[in-house]
């Protein structure tokens, strides 16, 4: 029998050990590896967090002189004005002057819809005599102008009910009757309740903020008390805001979006989250923005919210609303606002010296502003000119884009942000492209959530609604003003008109003709 060479068992222990360290120099490489895009997606999401926390707001690839100074505002201006040889403007002209141009210098007129108090300056009587010895006569008066504000200031409505009686028989008595009241248990008036409105869901004043004004003006008006006023007007306002439901969804193309709300006393946790929803639709000026608030954010509810609809429903990315358009036979626009966004975070995620380079996101977000370039364009055309034109000028481009991102997706990390923000085009990309078949649509669904704005800027302040009631009223209240708003209406000046009128509302002529659709009130 032979023996094992030491030689040949050195080299067989040579290459067992040898094949060991591969296998564990392979597996620290991979762990490297991992480890490295782990710190990489990490850096990304620091670099994303310090841009949204610490840089501009606007999402915009280059910011003009002064742009990004945010807390500094007035020193800014001043070097502007100082750099520029511009004179600063001080003095403050009111809305809807018509400026007329004379071609000679000097400070615009105040507008002339402002009262006007005059203040007589007059000299003293041992100042009015000539060196002559005459005495000298008011002959003009040289008029200069301020723009003067005279605070808010809380009266008393006395409504007196005149008695009549006949002389002949003193038996016959009448009395005038007591005009309706929207809230007839109720010692608040049309313009209080208009002004708490206001302050509240256009000003986003919190409710115990009001009572410490009001309290400033010697009127004691609880918080507890205006809530319970705001879930009664809710109540009041049903008949317009079904009329506005209705319109909604025969409207043919509807925008969705919803948001975040917290109710404290619910059938779930304090810490959970409710959402209020927005629906919008109709042209520029005819333009509807409905409310409603859900505890829930599912499939169900975006279904119940579309009901009876055609047409089009437009939309962020979020998947419930695939299922429901679908469910309602709907055709599904995208939002290339979000798609945009995206690459956006994903210029935010990149280093410093690399941002402002041809980099790949920069390069998405310059292909879909070039997009919305040729839309600015053609704002002010007809539907049919708008869509002629973006079949002629934005289909090549949106086709160019499509190539770009999908051969780009196939050389990317799928998890850092530029690999999201592919994923998100080239999932999204059937129904970001629909827009262009029909030229009332928009590209995003930016107004949507430009209605959503006034609500989460008052979430800010009032942080969460205490109870369901009080939460359905809130969505209610905002669907009458932001409607107002969008029309060109005074809110202030809308509520007063309404909740006078509306008490004596009786058909359904009458609930049309007080819509914010349908109202003018002087401003």
Known sequence: MLES?????DTASAGVDRAALLSENAELRARLESRDQRIRLLEEALRVFNANKYGPSRERLSVAAGQSELFNEAEVTLELCEATGIEPQLSATPLREAKVSTGKPGRTKLAGHLPRVDVRHELPESERVCPCGGVLQEIGADISEQIDHVPAKVQVLRHLRIKYACPGCD?????????????????????????LVTSKYVDSLPLYRLEKVLERQDVRVPRSTQAL??????LALQPLLNLMDERVRGSGYVRIDETRLQVLKSDKAPSALHWMWVRVAGPKHRRIILFDYNPGRGGEVADSLIEGCSGYLQSDGYRVYVGASARADLIHVGC??????????????????????DSAAYEGVRRIDELYAIDRQIKAL????????????????????????TGLQRETMPSGKLGEALAYLTKQWPRLVRYVEDGRLAMDTNVAESAIR????????????????????????????????????????????????????KTVEDFEALLPINSTVDN
């Open 229 to 234: 006023w705001m879930i009664a007007l809710n």
């Open 171 to 195: 038996q016959c008595i009448k009395s005038a009757p007591l005009p309706a009241h929207i809230l007839p248990k109720t010692n608040a008036s049309a313009g209080l309740l208009a002004y």
């Open 382 to 405: 007809s539907d049919d000119e708008r869509t002629r034109i973006r079949r002629e000028r934005s289909v090549p481009l949106l086709e160019s884009l499509h190539a770009w991102a």
């Open 336 to 357: 290339f606002a979000h798609t945009r966004r995206r690459f956006f975070e994903a210029l935010k995620a990149l280093p410093d010296g690399v941002r402002k380079s």
């Open 454 to 505: 006034p609500f989460a800027l008052g979430r800010r302040n009032w942080l969460f609604a205490d109870t369901i009631k009080g939460a359905k009223a809130s969505a209610a209240l905002y669907s009458i003003v932001s409607t107002a708003r969008a029309n060109g209406l005074e809110p202030y000046a809308y509520l007063k008109r309404l909740f006078t009128d509306l008490p004596n509302a």
């Open 5 to 9: 060479s030491p030689v040949s068992a």
